[in-house]
């Protein structure tokens, strides 16, 4: 587990992020699944964050 540190804190922040889809269809094929993690990916390291799958 890695924390991470402030002046005065130590914490460690979880997101859990879900994507609706209307009239439950298939929205995510492989194509859009594959641009989306390389997406989430890129602004992971901009922003210094794990993403996991």
């Known amino acids: 587990m890695l924390l991470d540190t402030n002046v005065h804190l130590v914490f460690l922040l979880n997101y859990h ?5 209307k009239y439950r269809r298939k929205v995510f094929d492989a194509a859009v699944s594959s641009r989306a993690k390389e997406i989430f990916d890129r602004i992971a390291l901009h922003y210094k964050v794990v993403v996991s799958s």
Do not use: K, T
């Open 17 to 21: 992020l879900i994507l609706v889809s």
